[in-house]
């Protein structure tokens, strides 16, 4: 949500805060602008709508290719996606500029004073009020970095701020509480941006920054204090992803290309996580084994899909440690008073590692004095840094707002986790763990056969790509794929879709079947309980009842051939495992359809790929 860019250097910083915002595009956002200082005065441009918009103003008016610049993506929350609400906004008279990503909560009362002192809004925006006091400050004298803190000790809410005074043609000043920054150091320029994927390919080394401080930023050095002016600490990191991971690479769609990276996803996910024995050694846990065997109760917080991946997580984690596990949506978990307290695991699942919802229960669990661990693929980021322990997925960078690699890889990380539990409980034998980890070995390859034969999905979202509605069933872990599968088929094709539970149907869902209504059902794997005839006894209610069944199933499975309208094989897994291969076929039929209905794949409309307001 919102993307934010600034560079100081020797480079057109026009050119550097566009492109670094059209690598910041995937985050989503409705308006876009950038403002350079050059020549004692400060020079703006921005628009409503895509990037596209601001470039054509920029040809129409070109900016001084000089001087050091800010640039904002902006996805609206106070006032309408228009030009005028577009970020940068100005001061009064014009000497400051500011950008904002986050959400100024007491801006009301801050407008009010500013109203008496004659300063009137031009938008509607909060950010602009944050704007104008900055202006107020810097023009009774102060250096803006000063103003800066001063303004940030007045502010509450959460926010990334980043200004530029015409009078200081060296320096641009950035702020950060809770909402994402970080600092790419290069060689006689420097960069600030919500994610490194905006200046990637200008750098790879970047300066993480702390809650409630500010950074000076110049082209020759790095300045980073606390709201109150203090030295603090920050952390310098090595980038270790390239600019060819942040392109499409002759895919049509980010996500398509994501979909295809996930057997190497996975298989990253996997490297280096056991010792020479075969034991698993999670160096990242950073909770000790003893304080790991007084657990007692898990309770894993997440959002979206990687909520979903939560759900899985419960049923592995149960079924091989034997400790309680609960799954609460981020956005519940703490406005529900809930039950955590020392001998807790909290363990937050986000991709983005920015997720105000998950931030904020996590915040909420460390107060009770839970142990947070977090599954996280973004270095760097606020999730894992608050937490006091972390999983790395290595997924690489997930442009698309629709999560792919970023699930399985989720999902590798919650199996990681269990099992790491069951040796240092010992509720599982080493040999029983080691089996489990020479599966999860075999899933990248698994992953590639069902992508190498996937054409019968591409021809069934041709197919289908009329439908108003399509029903997703599974049990067991396969409620989770049938969840996310509907949850792909929302965001990116805009129809409706439901995921369900397939034992729930009879209790109420049985009664949207109609005469061919499409419903996929995910069906477990033939094992050695009732879970499988269960599943296909449900398929043959809905069938009686006129469905056109499309039935995910392993591929020696001929139970299912009769009641099958379509029949979409999988590769022979376990039951646990399952999702790590039937989610691929969902992800594929939901980008499929939404391409050939014609919509943005990769930033389907109202969302935000890192949602980092409540
Ligand atoms: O970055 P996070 O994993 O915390 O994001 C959580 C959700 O916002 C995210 O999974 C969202 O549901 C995706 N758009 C799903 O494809």
Not at 66 to 84: K, M, Q
Not at 139 to 147: F, V, Y
Not at 545 to 562: I, K, M, N, P, Y
């Amino acid at each position: 949500m919102c993307g934010i860019v600034g560079y100081v250097g020797p480079q057109a910083a026009v050119d550097v805060v566009v492109g670094g915002l059209r690598r910041l595009e995937y985050r989503g956002y409705d308006s876009a602008g950038v403002a350079i200082v050059s020549d004692g005065r400060i020079e703006l441009a921005k628009k409503a709508g895509k990037i596209a918009n601001l470039d054509k103003l920029l040809a129409d008016h070109p900016l001084p290719t000089d001087g050091l610049g800010i640039g904002h993506t902006r996805w609206a929350t106070h006032g309408a996606p228009n030009d005028s609400n577009a970020h940068p906004h100005l001061s009064r008279g014009g000497r400051v500029a500011l950008v904002h990503n986050g959400i100024v909560e007491n801006f009301v009362e801050l407008r009010d004073e500013l109203a008496a002192d004659g300063i009137t809004m031009v938008s509607e925006t909060d950010t602009e009020v944050v704007a104008q006091l900055l202006g107020q400050v810097v023009e009774a004298g102060t250096e803006l970095a000063d103003a800066m803190r001063a303004v940030c000790r007045r502010l509450t809410g959460a926010f990334t701020l980043v200004a530029v005074d015409s009078h200081n043609p060296e320096l641009v000043v950035a702020a950060r509480r809770n909402s994402p920054l970080v600092v790419g150091v290069g060689d006689g320029e420097n960069f600030l941006a919500s994610d490194v994927a905006a200046f990637i390919e200008h750098t790879r080394e970047a300066i993480e920054l702390g809650q409630n401080q500010v950074v000076e930023l110049r082209s020759d050095s790095v300045r980073v204090t606390t709201f109150d002016g203090a030295p603090a600490e920050v952390r310098p990191y090595h980038v270790d992803w390239d600019l060819s991971a942040a392109e499409k690479d002759g895919f049509d769609w980010f996500m398509r290309k994501e979909i295809y990276e996930q057997p190497k996803a996975v298989a990253d996910t996997l490297l280096g996580r056991h010792d020479s024995k075969g034991a698993l050694t999670l160096d990242e846990i950073r909770i000790s084994e003893a304080e790991l065997r007084q657990i007692d109760k898990i309770v894993v917080i997440a959002c979206g899909t990687s909520f979903y991946a939560g759900l899985v997580a419960k049923y592995a984690i149960e079924h091989w440690t034997r400790i309680p596990c609960e799954v609460e949506l981020a956005s519940e978990f703490r406005y529900r008073d809930p039950i955590v307290g020392p001998s807790t695991l909290v363990v937050t699942i986000s991709q983005s590692g920015e997720t105000a919802d998950t931030l904020m229960a996590i915040r909420h669990a460390r107060e009770q004095r839970a142990k947070v661990l977090a599954i996280c693929n973004t270095n760097g980021s606020t999730i894992p840094r608050e937490s006091d322990a972390v999983i790395y997925t290595h997924a690489g960078p997930e442009v698309g707002v629709a999560s792919t690699k970023g699930f399985l890889t989720q999902l590798v990380a919650c199996y990681l986790l269990g099992l790491y539990l069951a040796q240092v409980r010992g509720t599982k034998f080493g040999d029983e763990i080691k089996a489990t980890m020479a599966e999860l070995e075999t899933i990248p390859a698994a992953i590639q056969s069902l992508l190498d034969n996937i054409q019968p999905v591409l021809d069934l979202a041709a197919e289908f790509a009329d439908q108003p509605s399509v029903l997703f069933l599974g049990r067991h872990v396969g409620y989770p794929v049938a969840l996310e599968g509907a949850l792909k088929l929302k965001e990116l094709a805009y129809i409706h879709a439901e995921g369900f539970a397939a034992g729930e149907l009879k209790h109420g869902p049985i009664a949207l079947i109609e005469d061919q209504l499409p419903v996929f059902v995910v069906v477990p794997p033939k094992g050695r309980d009732m879970l499988h005839e269960k599943v296909v006894s449900n398929i043959q209610e809905i069938r009686a009842r006129g469905a056109r069944t499309v039935v995910l199933a392993e591929e020696d499975d001929h139970e299912v051939d009769a009641v099958a309208d379509v029949l979409i094989r999988l590769p022979k897994v376990s039951t646990l495992l399952q999702p790590l291969v039937a989610t691929v076929p969902l992800q594929v039929f939901a980008c499929e359809l939404a391409s050939r209905k014609g919509h943005d794949v990769d930033q389907p409309r109202n969302l935000a790929k890192s949602v980092t307001v409540e």
